[in-house]
């Protein structure tokens, strides 16, 4: 376990705590939702990364983000784990409640202190906001020994009255102390500033941690976070991959990575494991439905690869000319074992141990289904191949509905059909359905087999390796009622691709219509 002296009170002086919130707000982004045992999957990896707090959802939001957090809470043993509370005492019993199985625990309430958010959102006057901020924090603090307090969009909040929330939270019984850019709005400078005025201002400022939670919507999460730490903050509230609500949050990847590479400038330590990196990204990536862009930094397809002969001729002559840091210490591997339709069981998971994959033994056996089924169709089967497949069987795990088969008429002709069978909670459906071209008329089908109302906002089609061969990577995004889900299907067959990309986002819609029930109220 880690100690208490790492995650709950004052930091060591050069180690800045990791608290991930992938599983709150990455989970905010539009378009994202994932299961409890998707959640469970996420927080192993995170436990593993060596996260020191992982914030594991807002239990009063729905009974499904109560359960996911009782769960993590129930499992993970090596890092904290925290839930969000509003400043009122059902958030907070409801928190406890889910939080109080955990070896470590945390509540995190917050309220906003900014004029605009007081004003229109809350409707409270400021003193009745600093009240309540003393009224949570103390009521968590009888819960629970390890408290967090967030003043909401702080960055536009007026330094008195900051300062005076944050000296009374701490009174209260906060340890740590997030300040929040909730909107993205600050720049670097002014929040060294905000930070170092906090620092100086707030008379019982050492008792507690200072955290910051940064959004992206200028592209300066990381920035930020990195001059807040500069300025004595020593926890940063991030996520994998970015993700979170509008632009998402703190890349964690990036801000990690940083401090790791330019340790000269910036000598704070993480205890992460920065090898877990890519698998923790392409787990996210797979679990979310949110593909990774080429260019991003660390994670990016593209983030290690050299095109130009004049950075490959350095390469070649030694890598650190255009490699700051080697993809060996964010967990990307040369490939070592070349995968064809003789490879067996042994082989295929020591190859998935390769990429970074820990996969469950149902998970396993589907992937390694099929891997043999695309072995006998494609000569080479890349690395690329591999990840697709083992994305797919791993969100295709405990779905409601799953594909079968089918068969399609396409051409010039026309009209084009599709011939579709889908197992429906365990029974097999079958229809036939005409469109506007063989994808059109295989989501017929699946009209025709699972009535819905979801519209389809978003096709794309991605080839996972070059050549005629590659097998195709299909991303569908379907709306309902104001609802948004991303669906991911890969398969060597395009429209098969589509199909499984289609269903796969029908059975995240059935997740986000259930966390959407209204949640089980706790006892005043
Ligand atoms: C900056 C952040 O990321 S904060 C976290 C945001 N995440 C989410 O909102 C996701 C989960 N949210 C939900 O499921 C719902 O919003 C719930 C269950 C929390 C609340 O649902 P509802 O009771 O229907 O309220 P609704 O969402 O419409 O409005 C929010 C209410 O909380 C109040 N509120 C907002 N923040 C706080 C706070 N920190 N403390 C106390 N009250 C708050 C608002 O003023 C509003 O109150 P009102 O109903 O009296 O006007
Ligand atoms: C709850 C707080 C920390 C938050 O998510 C924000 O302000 O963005």
Not at 124 to 140: F, G, R
Not at 232 to 249: F, K, L, S, V, Y
């Amino acid at each position: 376990m880690t100690s208490d002296k790492q995650t709950a009170g004052v930091a060591a002086e050069n180690h800045v705590k990791i608290f991930d919130t992938t599983l709150r707000d990455g989970e905010q982004s539009p378009g994202c939702s994932m299961n409890l045992e998707e959640k469970i999957q996420v927080a192993e990896m995170l436990e593993a990364m060596g996260v020191d707090i992982i914030e594991a959802g807002f239990p009063i939001a729905s009974n499904g983000d109560f359960e996911a957090v009782r769960e993590v809470a129930a499992r993970v043993k090596n890092s904290r784990v925290a839930g969000l509370a509003r400043a009122t005492q059902k958030d907070i019993d409801r928190a406890w409640e889910a939080l109080k199985g955990a070896e470590a625990a945390r509540i995190h309430t917050f309220l906003s202190t900014s004029p605009l958010h007081m004003k229109f959102k809350l409707q409270m006057e400021p003193e009745a906001v600093h009240q309540a901020v003393i009224d949570s924090v103390s009521y968590a603090r009888k819960l629970c020994e390890d408290v967090e307090w967030s003043p909401e969009d702080g960055t536009r909040t007026e330094h008195d009255f900051l300062c005076r929330c944050v000296e009374s939270a701490i009174k209260a019984g906060a340890r740590t102390i997030n300040i929040p850019d909730t909107v993205g709005y600050t720049v670097p400078e002014e929040f060294h500033a905000l930070i170092a005025m906090l620092m100086n201002r707030v008379p019982n400022i050492d008792q507690a941690t200072i955290s910051v939670h940064c959004h992206n919507d200028l592209g300066l999460a990381v920035a930020n976070s990195l001059a807040a730490v500069r300025a004595g903050a020593r926890q940063i509230e991030c996520t994998i991959n970015g993700i979170g609500e509008r632009a998402g949050n703190c890349a964690m990847e990036e801000v990690v990575m940083a401090l790791r590479t330019r340790h000269d400038v910036l000598p704070y330590d993480t205890r992460i494991d920065t090898r877990k990196i890519t698998p923790a990204s392409r787990l996210v990536s797979t679990i979310t439905g949110f593909s990774v862009q080429p260019n991003k930094a660390i994670v990016g397809a593209n983030a290690f690869a050299h095109e130009s002969g004049i950075h490959q001729d350095g390469m070649l002559k030694n890598a650190q000319t255009y490699e700051i840091m080697t993809p060996e210490s964010v967990g990307l591997t040369r490939s070592t074992l070349v995968m064809g339709k003789h490879s067996g069981r042994h082989a295929f998971k020591s190859k998935l141990e390769e990429l970074g994959f820990r996969l469950s033994d149902n998970q396993l056996q589907d992937a390694f289904v099929r891997f043999k089924e695309l072995a006998d169709r494609k000569k080479d089967v890349f690395d690329e191949d591999i990840v697709a497949l083992v994305d797919d069987a791993v969100v295709r795990h405990n779905d409601h509905i799953r594909f079968v088969e089918m068969s399609v008429v396409c051409g010039s002709k026309g009209p084009q059909s599709a011939e579709l069978t889908l197992e429906v909670e365990g029974q097999r459906k079958t229809a036939r359905a005409e469109g506007n071209g063989p994808v059109d008329a295989a989501f017929e089908a699946i009209r025709a087999i699972v009535p819905h109302e979801a519209k389809l906002m978003l096709y794309q089609v991605h080839a996972v390796t070059g050549g005629t061969d590659a097998q195709a990577e299909v991303t569908v995004r379907l709306e309902e009622q104001g609802k948004t889900v991303n669906g991911q299907g890969a398969d060597h067959d395009t429209i098969v691709a589509s199909v499984r990309a289609y269903v796969n986002g029908l059975n995240r819609m059935m997740v986000k219509r259930e966390k959407t029930a209204p949640p089980v109220q706790a006892a005043e």
